[in-house]
């Protein structure tokens, strides 16, 4: 369980919060999803929680974050990453290893998993994020998306409660973005890991996600369920968030016919709603 209390975050120099006063309760197994405009604080709050912030990095820091019961400003980071594992918006500067098979090694290593154990949990998580062919490949050679995987893969292995994801597919195409949020989903049901995905592609999200946050100027805008979050669309549009259509079109129906539509978050739910309210 990830809970947040009245957390501001300045970076040391910044003549403003990155994040203001943010409370939030993040259950155990939940899949959550955040979104919001460019320097909402989506990454410092996916750092906050993964305790990256205070110990790697400098500045003001007032509040609380507690990761399974353990305050993560008093616990060391070794031990907070046994807990949470993050995959970097930025994956370059998280891969060390030159060849695929060893960063997933080193990782598995450093954790002090059982020799007889490693291969088992390396085949696993290259299989379930779809790269085991890449396996003996050096990370030079492979496309942007291809390391976003890697560094995912890599936190697979791991096996923590909890994975802090930070624009998983901001590198990857369509399908590769949907299979990424395919095998969170798995981790997520069958293995029960939290998931919390910070996520451009909101579309992705909707379908995913079981609740959504909105960041805005560092403070928590929204939160609940994805159709709480997707019912005040004008409210997400001042924010800056892009709405998916479907959510978007159910808005646009209640209002040009005034009856009562429910909110859309999928394509198959608009058509519905148009069968029933325009016959
Ligand atoms: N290392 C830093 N030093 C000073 N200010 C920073 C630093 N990193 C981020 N900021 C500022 O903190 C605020 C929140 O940044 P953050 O990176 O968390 O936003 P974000 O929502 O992840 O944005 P993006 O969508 O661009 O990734 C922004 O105003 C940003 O300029
Ligand atoms: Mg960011």
């Known amino acids: ?19 203001r006063d943010v409370t939030l309760t ?19 709050l996916a750092h906050a929680i993964g305790g990256i912030i205070p110990h790697a990095v400098r500045g003001d820091f007032y509040g609380a974050v507690r990761v399974n019961g353990s305050d993560t400003a008093e616990t060391r980071l070794t031990d907070l990453s046994r807990m949470v594992g993050t995959v970097f918006q930025d994956v370059e500067s998280q891969i060390i290893s030159s060849v695929v098979e060893d960063e997933l090694l080193y990782g598995l290593e450093n954790f002090g998993v059982p020799r007889d154990e490693i291969e088992e949990r390396l085949t696993f998580a290259l299989e379930q994020v779809g790269i085991a062919p890449l396996r003996h490949r050096t990370v ?26 930070d624009e998983p597919t901001g590198e990857l195409d369509p399908f590769s973005s949907r299979q990424v949020f395919s095998l969170l989903r798995t981790l997520n049901r069958e293995y029960g890991m939290t998931i919390v995905a910070v996520e451009q592609k909101i579309m992705l999200l909707c379908e995913f996600a079981d609740r959504l946050a909105v960041l805005s100027e560092g403070r928590i805008a929204r939160e609940g369920t994805v159709r709480q979050v997707l019912c005040d669309i004008r409210a997400l549009e001042e924010i800056g968030v892009n709405c998916p259509r479907a959510a978007l079109f159910s808005s646009l129906l209640a209002e040009k016919t005034g009856a009562e539509v429910p909110v859309c978050v999928n394509a198959e739910e608009a058509v519905e709603a148009a069968r029933r309210v325009l016959g």
């Open 26 to 44: 993040v259950p155990d197994g939940a899949f959550l999803g955040i979104i919001g405009p460019a320097g909402a604080g989506k990454t410092t």
């Open 1 to 19: 369980m990830i809970e947040i209390q009245s957390l501001t975050f300045r970076y040391e120099g910044a003549d403003r919060d990155a994040l």
């Open 140 to 165: 030079s050679s492979l496309s942007g998306g291809q390391r976003q995987k890697v560094a995912i893969a890599s936190l697979v292995a791991l096996r923590p409660g909890i994975l802090v994801l």
